[in-house]
Protein backbone atom coordinates (compact mmCIF):
# COMPACT_ATOMS: atom_id res chain seq x y z
CA UNK A 1 0.00 0.00 0.00
CA UNK A 2 1.44 3.19 -0.83
CA UNK A 3 0.02 6.31 0.57
CA UNK A 4 0.32 10.13 -0.75
CA UNK A 5 -0.65 13.30 1.36
CA UNK A 6 -1.17 16.48 0.28
CA UNK A 7 -2.64 19.89 1.77
CA UNK A 8 -0.29 21.25 3.91
CA UNK A 9 1.23 24.63 4.34
CA UNK A 10 0.87 27.73 6.38
CA UNK A 11 -1.92 29.33 8.05
CA UNK A 12 -2.82 31.97 10.33
CA UNK A 13 -4.41 30.91 14.03
CA UNK A 14 -7.97 30.30 13.27
CA UNK A 15 -7.63 29.70 9.96
CA UNK A 16 -8.42 26.05 8.12
CA UNK A 17 -6.52 24.03 5.61
CA UNK A 18 -7.67 20.66 4.28
CA UNK A 19 -5.52 17.64 3.89
CA UNK A 20 -5.86 14.67 1.66
CA UNK A 21 -4.13 11.14 1.20
CA UNK A 22 -5.08 8.78 -1.27
CA UNK A 23 -4.18 5.31 -1.58
CA UNK A 24 -2.95 2.52 -3.92
CA UNK A 25 -1.74 -0.50 -4.79
CA UNK A 26 -3.20 -3.92 -2.50
CA UNK A 27 -5.09 -2.06 0.28
CA UNK A 28 -6.53 -4.49 2.82
CA UNK A 29 -10.64 -5.51 2.20
CA UNK A 30 -11.32 -3.35 5.02
CA UNK A 31 -8.84 -1.44 6.95
CA UNK A 32 -8.54 1.96 9.19
CA UNK A 33 -7.55 5.14 7.81
CA UNK A 34 -5.81 7.56 10.09
CA UNK A 35 -4.33 10.76 10.59
CA UNK A 36 -1.44 11.43 12.74
CA UNK A 37 1.07 14.26 13.33
CA UNK A 38 4.55 15.14 14.80
CA UNK A 39 5.91 18.06 15.93
CA UNK A 40 9.38 18.84 16.82
CA UNK A 41 10.89 16.75 19.64
CA UNK A 42 7.87 15.34 20.20
CA UNK A 43 6.04 11.74 19.89
CA UNK A 44 3.62 10.79 16.96
CA UNK A 45 0.02 11.98 17.92
CA UNK A 46 -2.92 10.57 16.79
CA UNK A 47 -4.90 13.04 15.56
CA UNK A 48 -7.79 10.82 13.93
CA UNK A 49 -9.03 7.86 12.37
CA UNK A 50 -12.35 6.63 9.90
CA UNK A 51 -13.47 2.74 9.43
CA UNK A 52 -14.14 1.64 6.24
CA UNK A 53 -17.67 2.02 7.39
CA UNK A 54 -17.30 5.04 8.29
CA UNK A 55 -16.81 5.35 12.30
CA UNK A 56 -14.44 8.21 12.83
CA UNK A 57 -12.58 8.55 16.26
CA UNK A 58 -10.69 11.70 17.50
CA UNK A 59 -7.63 12.88 19.53
CA UNK A 60 -9.01 14.80 22.61
CA UNK A 61 -6.92 18.62 21.24
CA UNK A 62 -8.69 18.18 17.95
CA UNK A 63 -12.21 17.28 18.88
CA UNK A 64 -15.05 19.82 17.92
CA UNK A 65 -12.27 21.45 15.50
CA UNK A 66 -11.41 19.00 12.89
CA UNK A 67 -13.35 16.27 10.78
CA UNK A 68 -11.95 13.13 9.06
CA UNK A 69 -14.05 12.11 5.88
CA UNK A 70 -13.28 9.11 3.82
CA UNK A 71 -14.42 8.25 0.14
CA UNK A 72 -13.91 4.23 -0.25
CA UNK A 73 -14.52 3.99 -3.85
CA UNK A 74 -11.24 6.17 -4.43
CA UNK A 75 -9.66 5.18 -1.49
CA UNK A 76 -8.92 8.47 -0.17
CA UNK A 77 -8.86 10.21 3.58
CA UNK A 78 -9.51 13.81 4.00
CA UNK A 79 -9.00 15.48 7.58
CA UNK A 80 -10.49 19.42 7.57
CA UNK A 81 -8.81 21.29 10.11
CA UNK A 82 -10.46 24.19 11.42
CA UNK A 83 -9.95 27.02 14.17
CA UNK A 84 -6.49 25.80 13.90
CA UNK A 85 -3.89 27.19 16.53
CA UNK A 86 0.01 27.00 16.66
CA UNK A 87 -0.21 24.08 18.75
CA UNK A 88 -1.17 22.52 15.99
CA UNK A 89 1.90 22.71 13.77
CA UNK A 90 3.67 19.60 13.26
CA UNK A 91 3.92 17.14 10.17
CA UNK A 92 0.73 15.17 9.60
CA UNK A 93 0.72 11.65 8.45
CA UNK A 94 -1.65 9.76 6.76
CA UNK A 95 -1.57 6.10 7.26
CA UNK A 96 -3.27 2.88 7.17
CA UNK A 97 -4.41 0.09 9.71
CA UNK A 98 -5.80 -3.36 8.31
CA UNK A 99 -7.27 -4.17 11.91
CA UNK A 100 -9.56 -2.26 14.36
CA UNK A 101 -9.53 1.11 15.10
CA UNK A 102 -6.38 2.45 17.14
CA UNK A 103 -5.11 5.45 18.10
CA UNK A 104 -1.55 3.54 18.20
CA UNK A 105 0.91 4.11 15.55
CA UNK A 106 2.10 0.87 15.54
CA UNK A 107 -1.05 -0.22 14.55
CA UNK A 108 -0.84 1.01 11.57
CA UNK A 109 1.36 -0.56 9.02
CA UNK A 110 1.56 1.65 6.29
CA UNK A 111 2.33 5.17 6.42
CA UNK A 112 2.32 8.34 3.89
CA UNK A 113 5.42 10.56 3.70
CA UNK A 114 4.25 13.69 5.60
CA UNK A 115 2.79 17.16 4.79
CA UNK A 116 3.79 19.93 6.73
CA UNK A 117 0.97 22.33 8.72
CA UNK A 118 2.28 25.17 10.07
CA UNK A 119 -0.07 27.96 12.44
CA UNK A 120 1.90 30.71 12.64
CA UNK A 121 0.76 34.65 12.42
Known amino acids: VQLQASGGGLVQPGGSLRLSCAAS????????MGWFRQAPEKEREFVAG???????MYGDSVKGRFTISRDNAKRTVSLQMNNLKPEDTAVYYC????????????????WGQGTLVTVSS
Open 50 to 56: ITSGGTA
Open 25 to 32: GRTPSSYV
Open 95 to 110: AVNPNIMSILPKSYYY
